[in-house]
């Protein structure tokens, strides 16, 4: 993230304000999200955003990147947790659940920035699929540990299945956002959990 302009010190917490416009992009996407709604949640002048971060487009790949380091990267360490990878594995599998079944749910950044910019922008493309790769190898590196410790069949495809995984959380974080039922996430992962043991 660009620096203040020289001479122009912040009086803000830059931190704070990029939790509060990270909120309101989760909440609304890129295109609903003006200027004036983010500096009303920022607490800040449109001045003082502009020398801070630059422009709109710029805070919302900077909150991107917050997300990633605050959400995507604390998935992979609940995965890396000593003790059982499986059991890491199905505890992250069922918190996302519980997440998406919550009734203020956003689903996910990344997802929805993934379904509102599709391939487009080639830019916030490339940023979303190096976050997807993140996620793919997380649950790979789970999946790794849990075939060496034995919990899961030797034939196991660890990479296919862990980007079966990444797939099966986008689904998930779009289903707690569109608001479907808390029946059909549980089937969804009841079946996920039934596969992973058959190998």
């Given at each position: 993230m660009p620096d203040a302009r020289r001479g122009r010190p912040r009086e803000f917490d830059t931190d704070a304000a990029l939790e509060a416009a990270m909120q309101v992009f989760w909440k609304q996407g890129y295109e609903a999200t003006s200027v004036g709604q983010l500096c009303d949640a920022m607490g800040i002048a449109r001045q003082s955003m502009y020398d801070w971060v630059g422009d709109k487009r710029a805070l919302f790949i900077a909150s991107i990147d917050r997300y990633r380091q605050l959400w995507i990267c604390g998935m992979r360490d609940m995965l890396s947790l000593e003790g059982s990878p499986l059991g890491n594995l199905r505890h992250c599998l069922h918190a996302m659940a519980d997440y998406a079944k919550k009734p203020d749910c956003d689903g996910c950044l990344v997802t929805n920035t993934a379904n509102e910019f599709g391939t487009g922008?080639?830019?916030?493309?490339?940023?979303?699929?190096?976050?997807?790769?993140?996620?793919?190898?997380?649950?790979?590196?789970?999946?790794?540990?849990?075939?060496?410790?034995?919990?899961?069949?030797?034939?196991?495809?660890?990479?296919?299945?862990?980007?079966?995984?990444?797939?099966?959380?986008?689904?998930?974080?779009?289903?707690?956002?569109?608001?479907?039922?808390?029946?059909?996430?549980?089937?969804?992962?009841?079946?996920?959990?039934?596969?992973?043991?058959?190998?």
């Open positions: 922008d080639e830019e916030i493309a490339s940023l979303v699929g190096s976050i997807d790769e993140f996620i793919i190898d997380a649950f790979t590196q789970v999946l790794d540990r849990a075939k060496a410790e034995g919990e899961i069949p030797e034939g196991v495809d660890t990479r296919s299945t862990g980007a079966a995984l990444a797939v099966l959380r986008n689904g998930m974080m779009v289903a707690g956002r569109s608001g479907q039922s808390h029946e059909s996430i549980d089937r969804t992962l009841d079946l996920i959990e039934a596969l992973l043991k058959m190998g």
